[in-house]
């Protein structure tokens, strides 16, 4: 079984920023492709980010793009920590962001579905206030 721990969330005023950490553990064979996700209130979730489990690519959603940056958290050599750093923030992003884990995808590719993920954090708000 893995376990996803997400942090750093919380409430920012629009045009700031928030930097979001996940973390893998229970499963040290493999490195998982990881991604975000979020889910605003009364909306369907949507896909975020994603960077595969070598770090080579990294997706984004359009609504994202040039604001949000994912990357492999250097500090751990496994690959199973991820960084969302969020930049130029607007009430559009809040929603509870959820991190996934793909056990499945390839060294240099990764899916933006959510029913490809294996595994899922317990979510963090993020909360952007205009």
């Known amino acids: 079984q893995v376990e996803l721990v997400e942090s750093g969330g919380g409430s920012v005023q629009a045009g700031g920023s928030l930097r979001l950490s996940c973390a893998a553990s229970g499963r040290t064979i493999n490195s998982p492709a990881m991604g975000w996700f979020r889910q605003a209130p009364g909306k369907e979730q949507e896909f975020v980010s994603v960077?595969?489990?070598?770090?080579?690519?990294?997706?984004?959603?359009d609504s994202v793009k040039g604001r949000f940056s994912i990357s492999r958290d250097s500090r751990d050599k496994a690959k199973k920590a991820v960084i969302l750093q969020m930049n130029n923030l607007g009430p559009d992003d809040t929603a509870v962001y959820y991190c996934?884990?793909?056990?499945?995808?390839?060294?240099?590719?990764?899916?933006?579905?959510?029913?490809?993920?294996?595994?899922w954090g317990q979510g963090i708000q993020v909360t952007v206030s205009s």
């Open positions: 996934a884990a793909d056990y499945g995808a390839g060294s240099t590719w990764a899916s933006t579905i959510a029913a490809d993920y294996d595994y």
């Open positions: 960077i595969t489990w070598s770090g080579s690519r990294t997706y984004y959603s």
